[in-house]
């Protein structure tokens, strides 16, 4: 039986030799293999136990973040409760009063935007900030703060939370909306 000839292998084949950390390759004199990929350390990933923690921290007895909660969240986020970021938030928990996020809301919330701790959150302010430049999501928030902003036995929102809802949506990016509050100025002597 004759005997087999070994196949040469071609021109981009595996390394010949492991040398310290460096390969030798047909290609190449010598090259560097890469370690392999870092996993994501515990404290990156998200944890519902850690979120509801978190929530904890503003509850009150009922298991609602409050209003007295709800100012120690902003304060401890960074934010006035008045910004858009509030608002967007709200929205991103799907909260039905406004001043008020029942643990239901946060856990579901937090959950989609991956946020269980305070520097999470205030790392997605970017983000959340973007919704209002993406224009079905700004038509979604916009609908939503109508419904957020009104109490829940009413039809329509009172003018004076009406003007400071615009002015939130609005005030920043619409250049008539300094004429169109002054026109509700106006109205509101007239119809009310």
Not at 68 to 83: A, L, Q, R, S
Not at 90 to 119: N, V
Not at 123 to 148: C, H, P, T, V
Request: charged share 30%; glycine share 6%; aromatic share 14%.
């Amino acid at each position: 039986m004759p005997v087999k000839k070994k196949r040469k292998s071609s021109g981009v084949a595996a390394a010949v030799a492991e040398d310290g950390g460096l390969k030798k390759c047909k290609i190449s004199s010598y090259c560097r293999s890469q370690p392999p990929a870092r996993l994501i350390s515990g404290e990156e990933h998200f944890s519902s136990k850690k979120c509801l923690a978190w929530f904890y921290e503003y509850a009150g007895p009922d298991e609602v973040v409050g209003p007295e909660g709800m100012e120690k969240f902003c304060e401890d986020i960074g934010v006035e409760p008045e910004n858009i970021i509030m608002l967007v938030l709200a929205w991103k928990l799907e909260a039905e009063s406004m001043g008020f996020f029942t643990k239901e809301e946060w856990l579901k919330g937090m959950t989609s935007l991956q946020c269980d701790c305070t520097e999470k959150l205030q790392n997605k302010f970017d983000f959340l900030r973007s919704q209002l430049n993406d224009i079905s999501s700004f038509k979604n928030i916009y609908r939503y703060a109508f419904d957020f902003a009104r109490d829940k036995d009413q039809r329509s929102l009172d003018i004076d939370t009406a003007k400071s809802m615009l002015a939130l949506l609005l005030g920043r990016t619409w250049p008539l909306f300094s004429v169109f509050y002054q026109y509700l100025e106006v109205c509101m002597f007239f119809y009310f």
